[in-house]
């Protein structure tokens, strides 16, 4: 069912993130809301992802410039 598919995109989306892979876990959460909108857990979740991603780009790029 969507539902079912939604909420093992979801979990992906927590098992990338928690493995610092922000960018894959921004498109499983996406994908999940593509499959049930109006499940709110999945913006907040996508929220977080896109957030941890950019801190992450800011750290990379901080290192690269030898800050």
Request: hydrophobic content about 35%.
């Given at each position: 069912?969507?539902?079912?598919?939604?909420?093992?995109?979801?979990?992906?989306?927590?098992?990338?993130?928690?493995?610092?892979?922000?960018?894959?876990?921004?498109?499983?959460?996406?994908?999940?809301?593509a499959?049930?909108?109006?499940?709110?857990?999945?913006?907040?979740?996508?929220?977080?992802?896109?957030?941890?991603?950019?801190?992450?780009l800011?750290?990379?790029?901080?290192?690269?410039?030898?800050?």
């Open positions: 069912s969507t539902f079912l598919i939604s909420t093992l995109r979801e979990s992906k989306g927590n098992a990338l993130q928690s493995e610092h892979r922000f960018k894959e876990a921004v498109a499983a959460y996406r994908h999940a809301i499959l049930q909108p109006t499940d709110s857990s999945f913006r907040v979740n996508l929220g977080s992802a896109l957030s941890n991603w950019g801190l992450q800011l750290h990379e790029a901080g290192d690269r410039d030898g800050a």
